[in-house]
């Protein structure tokens, strides 16, 4: 079954992950800039993270035949220090034209702290300037559901068209504020904890297969780069049928990312 991976950091994954993917029916990636499992100790640092989400990892996918796009930011995790992340705001223009470039992602909230909250306003901002769409990260655990909020009331207060905004890591109690304000709903996939695929498909059968895809996140820590396909998989245990499966899993992230002049397959 083809399937895209519309929320993959594959800068912490190894060449059998993506050759997995590839097998599974994978058909592009998409990999927002984030915490990179570590604090960068310098500007610098983000500058060539940036390299490596533009350059290196698009090469690397490409050996396995899938095309790999990305999203550019300072994640909310390392903008505590606003002058620092201002300065790595400062970096964006010079990578913003790069042919795999999507938008502006993942930025949000951390610990919903006054900084934080600035410093995505100002990512805002700068999608606005150069017309890009926005993949946001919502907190977790106990801040997510405020947090969620405290984003939605800044995109309001921005003007920016929310069917060109996708936020990721919703829960039973936070997609119906989401795809009720407008805005594209994604649900982050784990093997222990947050999302599992059963959570993940009744979260689907509560709130509908509109405006909704579906991730892995596949990142630095416990977490399975196959999880769309198994959940996929999963669908189909339900007696899915393969065309609703495969709008869940391929058309919603094809159709939103449509958003995205730089996304093709
Ligand atoms: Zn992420």
Not at 1 to 6: A, G, L, Q, T
Request: proline share 6%; aromatic share 10%; charged share 25%.
């Amino acid at each position: 079954m083809k399937y895209i991976e519309p929320h993959g950091h594959m800068v912490s994954r190894t060449t059998d992950d993506y050759q997995k993917m590839a097998m599974a029916g994978c058909e592009a990636i998409c990999e927002p800039a984030f915490w990179a499992g570590y604090d960068r100790a310098s500007v610098q640092g983000f500058y060539d993270y940036f390299r490596q989400l533009t350059e290196y990892e698009p090469a690397r996918a490409a050996k396995f035949g899938i095309p790999h796009f990305c999203w550019l930011c300072i994640n909310p995790k390392e903008s505590e220090d606003a002058g620092f992340a201002r300065e790595v705001l400062s970096l964006i223009p010079e990578f913003i034209d790069k042919p795999t470039v999507l938008g502006i992602g993942e930025i949000g909230l951390n610990k919903n702290t006054k900084n934080e909250l600035a410093i995505f306003e100002e990512h805002v901002e700068i999608a606005k300037k150069y017309d890009q769409p926005i993949l946001i990260h919502t907190p977790h655990l106990e801040d997510k559901l405020k947090g969620t909020k405290l984003i939605i009331d800044a995109l309001k207060n921005a003007q920016v068209d929310p069917s060109r905004i996708v936020i990721d890591h919703v829960e039973e109690h936070t997609a119906g504020l989401v795809l009720d304000n407008g805005f594209w709903a994604g649900m982050t996939l784990y093997p222990e904890s947050k999302c599992t695929p059963a959570r993940a498909i009744d979260i689907l059968e509560n709130f509908g297969m509109e405006n909704i895809w579906m991730n892995s996140a596949c990142d630095w820590g416990i977490s399975d780069p196959l999880a769309v396909a198994k959940t996929a998989l999963e669908m189909g245990k339900r007696h899915y049928d393969k065309s609703t499966i495969e709008r869940v899993v391929y058309q919603n992230p094809k159709t939103f990312l449509s958003n995205c002049p730089n996304f093709k397959i």
